[in-house]
């Protein structure tokens, strides 16, 4: 059974900072992509931070050289730190994982609201 439990959203001062966390069990982990995304009301789902099975990275425009997005493979667990946080980060953040051998895979965490105030 395939589960991504995130953690680490919450309540923040523009200025500080987060750590997001999303635990996966029951997927091929280290070959998968891995990405987070985030959903402010009334907007679409947008990519924040992506980082390939090679280790690769992607970052929208609007969180370059704010937040990192990194791997544990041994754990299973990818992370989004977020520096410098400003109130339009504001919104509920999801993990993605997704890859393919032989079949494709794609899941989503259930989001964690991460809400900045200014």
């Known amino acids: 059974q395939v589960q991504l439990v995130e953690s680490g959203g919450g309540l923040v001062q523009a200025g500080g900072s987060l750590r997001l966390s999303c635990a996966a069990s029951g997927i091929l982990f280290s070959i998968s992509d891995l990405g987070w995304y985030r959903q402010a009301p009334g907007q679409q789902r947008e990519l924040v931070a992506a980082?390939?099975?090679?280790?690769?990275?992607n970052y929208g425009d609007s969180v370059k050289d704010r937040f990192t997005i990194s791997r544990d493979n041994a754990n299973n667990t990818v992370y989004l730190q977020m520096n410098s946080l400003k109130p339009e980060d504001t919104a509920v953040y999801y993990c993605?994982?997704?890859?393919?051998?032989?079949?494709?895979?794609?899941?989503w965490g259930q989001g964690t609201q991460v809400t900045v105030s200014s």
């Open positions: 993605n994982v997704r890859g393919v051998l032989v079949r494709r895979w794609d899941y």
């Open positions: 980082i390939t099975r090679g280790r690769s990275t």
